[in-house]
């Protein structure tokens, strides 16, 4: 059998609902409009996901992976691992507002996510923070993340300090776990 060149349909509705979720944001996130942006009818958005659960549960985990990917691919920052994953993590929130605000900040319930996925992509931040360093254990890397998010929240609805939120960022990761690194 000849292999397309299009994504299949379940691929092609991921893509929407990313898609949509750039645009529109989440609240823009529909079984209606994420079948609309993948040009297929909503009746796919069943037949491949089984409810609106099913989709907004992939598209969850679709932007989980794709946080944990860009940490993964992080690159040490002045010589310390887990600054380069603070700056990554940083990084994806810019990028991807909204992916993030699905992440972390959004009420899931709303959308029929079982709140145990946002558990566990914590648990993975977590996991991939304390691993950067043989000196975080766990609670050290649950403070580093809660910094890091806290320091995401605060740069979404704040006015950027002196030096700017990089820079203010990055000292304060940097002082938080030890390594004194300065931005």
Known sequence: MPRSDQPDIRERLLIGAAD??????????????????AGRSTMCVYTKFGS????????????ETSLAAAMEKARPVDGDAALGLAAAYRRF???????????????????????????????RIVTLIGQSSAGFDEQSAVAIWA????????ERTQPAPPGGWESYYLTSIGNANGSGVRA
């Open 20 to 37: 949509v979720l750039v645009a529109d944001g989440i609240e823009g996130l529909t079984v209606r409009r994420v079948a609309e942006a």
């Open 52 to 63: 609106r659960r099913g989709l907004m549960h992939e598209v969850f985990a679709q932007a």
């Open 93 to 123: 929130a810019k990028r991807n507002p909204a992916a993030y605000a699905l992440l972390f900040e959004h009420p899931l319930p709303t959308l029929d996510i079982d709140e145990s996925l946002r558990r566990d992509a914590i648990a």
């Open 147 to 154: 910094l890091m998010h806290g320091l995401i929240a605060a």
